[in-house]
């Protein structure tokens, strides 16, 4: 099992920064990917960004050059530096831990990000 908790949402204008976090707990040394997506009001659900345990790292064509993902495993917490921002990032942000033994994902609860001015 892996507990997904994110932080780090709110109101920014646009042009504006956010740093999302997720602290991930639980059976860590199995996670093989982790990642960030979102969901908009009355849209799918949409990848972000991830990274897997060996640092590959892909972004969604929307974000690349304005969102930066990274994870410290130390503090077993993911990030999502996001830069830039503009209306259509509003979402609400989940984090994704994915166990590829067990082929199962995991995910938190979720962050609201509202990009207005």
């Known amino acids: 099992q892996v507990q997904l908790v994110e932080s780090g949402g709110g109101l920014v204008q646009p042009g504006g920064s956010l740093n999302l976090s997720c602290a991930a707990s639980?059976?860590?040394?199995?996670?093989?990917?982790m990642g960030w997506y979102r969901q908009g009001s009355g849209l799918k659900r949409e990848l972000v960004a991830t990274?897997?345990?060996?640092?590959?790292?892909n972004y969604a064509a929307s974000v690349k050059g304005r969102f930066t993902i990274s994870r410290d495993h130390a503090k077993n917490t993911l990030y999502l530096q996001m830069n830039g921002l503009k209306p259509e990032d509003t979402a609400a942000y989940y984090c994704?831990?994915?166990?590829?033994?067990?082929?199962?994902?995991?995910w938190g609860k979720g962050t609201l990000v509202i990009v207005s001015s």
């Open positions: 994704n831990a994915k166990v590829l033994r067990v082929q199962m994902d995991y």
């Open positions: 990274i897997t345990s060996g640092g590959t790292i």
């Open positions: 639980g059976s860590i040394a199995s996670i093989n990917a």
